[in-house]
C-alpha cells in the first residue's frame, strides 16, 4: 500500500505530465522530514537538460490576474493599489490551498504545511535568537503579517473564497502565514522575455515584418507558430519576474551545486519555447539517484535561516550586520548641523561585513584567498585630502570597514572645534554668493581632513562592543554555544516521543542535550554572530589604536 508520500506525489506527477513539464534526466521523490521531497537524477541525458517545465506554469502576478476566477478581482484591488505583486501571489496561494476543488492542489498538497524559519517557532526557539538581529526582525515581521491579515488580506480572501460559492469556509492567520513562507522560500526572480510578458507589443512588433522575409512568411503561413516567435522578436529583451515554479522549486540547496536553472525563451536548447529548465553542472555524468541541488546563492545563515529555515555550520558566505541606531543621533551634540552633513553625503548608517573581509585585514584567518585588490580603499581615503597634507594612513590596506560607513561614523564622531573647521572649509568652497553646490565627496574631503579615522573607530569599537553583549546576555559566549551544538541530539518535531530509546544509559543521556532542530540552528546563527562580532571588533581595535598612534595633521 501507498504511503501519503508516494500518493502525493504520483499525482503531483500526473498533475505535471497534464502541464507540459518533462522529466528528461529526473525523478522526484521523497527525502526525509527536513528536506521533504527533492530531485534525483534518473538517467544520462546527452544535453544535460533534466527537468523542462512551460513558463506558463509558474505562478506569477501575471498568471494570478488572468486567473478565470480571481482575475478580474484582484485586477481591480491591484490597480487600485490595494496589493501588490507579492502579495497577488500570497493571496492566490492562499484561496487556492482553502478551496476544495483547486487547479492547483496535486502541487500544493506537496509543499510542506509547516516551516523551519523563526516566524514558526515556538517562543523557547524564538528565545534563542535574543540578541541577534534575526529576533528583532521576526519580532517585527510577526507583528506586521498580523496587521496584514487583520486589516487587509483576511476580508480579501474572504471575498475571493465568496466568487468561489465557498463563504463557509474558515479563513485562518495560520493560511497566510503558510502563503507567505512558501513564496518567500520558493520564489525565482525569472528572467522572461519581454515578449511574454507583454504580447500586445510582440503583435504590433510582427505586423511591422515585410512581407519578403523569411522568417515573416513563416509566422503567416502558420498561425500556431506565432507563440514560438513570440519569443525570439525580442531575443535577449528580458522583464525579471519573481514566481513560483512547479517542478524546479523541489530542488534543494548545497554548498557544491551540480546543477543550474536558466529560461529558453526561443526552444533553442530545450524545444520547447518559453519554459524553465533544469541543466547539469556536473562536468561528469550524474550518478543514478544522485541528488540534483542547486545554489539558492551567496547567502549567509541569517538569511538562509530568516527565508529557508536552515543553516550551514561554519557558513563561509556568513556575514555581520552593525548599525548605528537612527534614534541616537537625537541625543549627539550638534545633532541637527551633523544630521545635515550626513544627508549631503547619502550617509549608510548601517553595513554589512562579510566574512570574507577579514582575509584582507589584520587578523586573516587563513581559511580562503580571494586575491582580490585593495589599492581602491589606498586612493579613495588619499583623494579625501583636502591639501593634499594629510598623510595617507599606514594601516589603510588592511582596514575591512566600508568607506562608506566610516564617513558616516566620522562626521557622527566630530567635536566642537572639528565641526567649526568643516564648516569654515565647506562654506569657503561654495563661495560667498553660493556660486557652486557642494557634493557628497566635498563633504567627505573635508571631515577626513580636518577629524582623521580615530574617532570613527572609537564609535565602531562601541558599537561593536555592545554588539557582542547584547548576544551573550542570556546565552553565554561563543564557546558555550559551541558546547552546547557538541552535545546537541536533533529531533524533529514528530520524533519527540522517540528520543528515549536513542538514550541507553542515564550517563548517556546526561552528556547529551536534546533540543528541536530549530533550536540547533538558532544556535550555529548566533553562535557565528558572536564569532563574527569578536573578529571584526579585534579589528577595529586594533585600527583604533593604530590611528591614534599615527600623528594626525591638523587644519590650523
Known amino acids: 500500500m501507498a504511503t501519503p508520500e508516494e500518493a502525493k506525489l504520483e499525482t503531483f506527477l500526473q498533475w505535471l505530465q497534464a502541464n507540459g513539464v518533462e522529466l528528461r534526466g529526473c525523478k522526484i521523490k521523497y527525502c526525509d522530514s527536513r528536506k521533504g521531497f527533492g530531485i534525483f537524477s534518473d538517467k544520462d541525458v546527452s544535453d544535460g537538460v533534466l527537468l523542462v517545465v512551460p513558463l506558463d506554469l509558474a ?14 478581482a484582484c485586477r481591480s484591488m491591484f490597480e ?20 476544495k476543488n483547486s487547479l492547483w492542489k496535486p502541487y500544493l498538497d506537496m509543499l510542506p504545511t509547516t516551516f523551519h524559519n523563526p516566524l514558526w517557532f515556538s517562543d523557547d526557539e524564538l528565545q534563542a535568537l535574543r540578541g541577534t538581529t534575526l529576533y ?3 519580532e517585527l515581521q510577526k507583528k506586521s503579517l498580523v496587521s496584514l491579515y487583520e486589516t487587509k488580506v483576511k476580508d480579501l480572501v474572504k471575498k475571493l473564497l465568496t466568487l468561489d460559492g465557498a463563504s463557509e469556509i474558515e479563513v485562518r492567520y495560520e493560511d497566510f502565514l503558510w502563503a507567505n513562507s512558501v513564496f518567500w522560500s520558493r520564489a525565482l526572480n525569472i528572467p522572461m522575455p519581454r515578449s511574454y510578458v507583454f504580447p500586445e507589443m510582440q503583435e504590433a512588433r510582427e505586423s511591422c515584418i515585410p512581407e519578403d522575409d523569411g522568417k515573416g512568411s513563416q509566422v503567416k503561413q502558420s498561425e ?21 515554479v512547479p517542478g524546479i522549486d523541489f530542488c534543494n540547496h548545497d554548498l557544491k551545486p551540480i546543477a ?48 529557508y529555515g536552515f543553516v550551514i555550520d561554519d557558513n563561509t558566505d556568513d556575514y555581520l550586520m552593525v548599525h548605528y541606531p537612527a534614534e541616537a543621533l537625537n541625543t549627539i551634540s550638534f545633532s541637527e548641523s551633523k544630521s545635515q552633513l550626513l544627508e549631503v553625503q547619502k550617509a549608510e548608517m548601517r553595513c554589512l561585513l562579510p566574512k570574507a573581509l577579514l582575509e584582507q585585514g589584520f587578523f586573516p584567518l587563513g581559511t580562503q584567498n580571494k586575491g582580490e585588490n585593495n589599492n581602491g580603499k589606498v ?29 558616516t561614523l566620522r562626521t557622527i564622531a ?9 564648516s569654515s572649509m565647506l562654506e569657503e568652497l561654495v563661495g560667498p554668493e553660493g556660486e557652486r553646490e557642494l557634493s557628497d565627496t566635498d563633504v567627505q574631503a573635508a571631515i577626513w581632513e580636518v577629524c582623521g579615522d580615530s574617532g570613527a573607530f572609537q564609535i565602531l569599537v562601541d558599537l561593536l562592543r555592545v554588539k557582542l553583549m547584547d548576544l551573550e546576555e542570556g546565552s553565554g559566549t561563543e564557546e558555550s554555544d559551541l558546547d552546547l551544538l557538541k552535545k546537541a541530539l536533533i529531533i524533529d518535531s514528530h520524533e519527540n516521543n522517540k528520543h528515549p530509546s536513542k538514550m541507553e544509559n542515564e550517563s548517556e543521556e546526561q552528556e547529551h542535550i536534546v533540543m528541536s532542530r530549530n533550536k540547533w540552528s538558532s544556535i550555529v546563527y ?23 598612534n599615527e600623528q594626525d595633521f591638523t587644519v590650523p
Not at 487600485?80 to 478551496?99: A, I, N, Q, S, Y
Open 526 to 548: 548566533r553562535r557565528g554572530q558572536k564569532q563574527l562580532t569578536r573578529l571584526f571588533l579585534k579589528e577595529a581595535e586594533h585600527a583604533l589604536q593604530l590611528s591614534q
Open 80 to 99: 487600485e493599489g490595494h496589493v501588490d505583486d507579492r502579495l497577488l501571489m500570497m493571496l492566490l496561494l492562499t484561496v487556492e490551498r482553502l478551496r
Open 136 to 138: 528583532r526582525a521576526t
Open 224 to 244: 500556431n507558430l506565432t507563440k514560438e516567435m513570440m519569443c525570439t522578436t525580442t531575443q535577449g529583451d528580458t522583464v525579471w519576474v519573481e514566481g513560483l
Open 260 to 307: 543550474t536553472w536558466e529560461v529558453d525563451g526561443t526552444g533553442s536548447t530545450t524545444g520547447a519555447p518559453c519554459c524553465m529548465y533544469l541543466q547539469s553542472a556536473s562536468p561528469s555524468p550524474l550518478q543514478i539517484d544522485q541528488e540534483i541541488s542547486i545554489s539558492y546563492g551567496n547567502k549567509g545563515n541569517e538569511e538562509l535561516l530568516y527565508l
Open 379 to 407: 586612493d579613495q581615503v588619499s583623494n579625501y585630502s583636502w591639501s593634499g597634507q594629510r598623510k595617507t594612513p599606514s594601516y589603510v590596506n588592511k582596514l575591512v570597514f566600508p568607506e562608506k560607513f566610516m564617513t
Open 59 to 72: 505562478i506569477t502576478p501575471m498568471r494570478v490576474l488572468q486567473d478565470p476566477l480571481l482575475g478580474p
Open 414 to 422: 566630530m567635536q566642537e572645534d572639528e565641526l567649526y573647521k568643516v
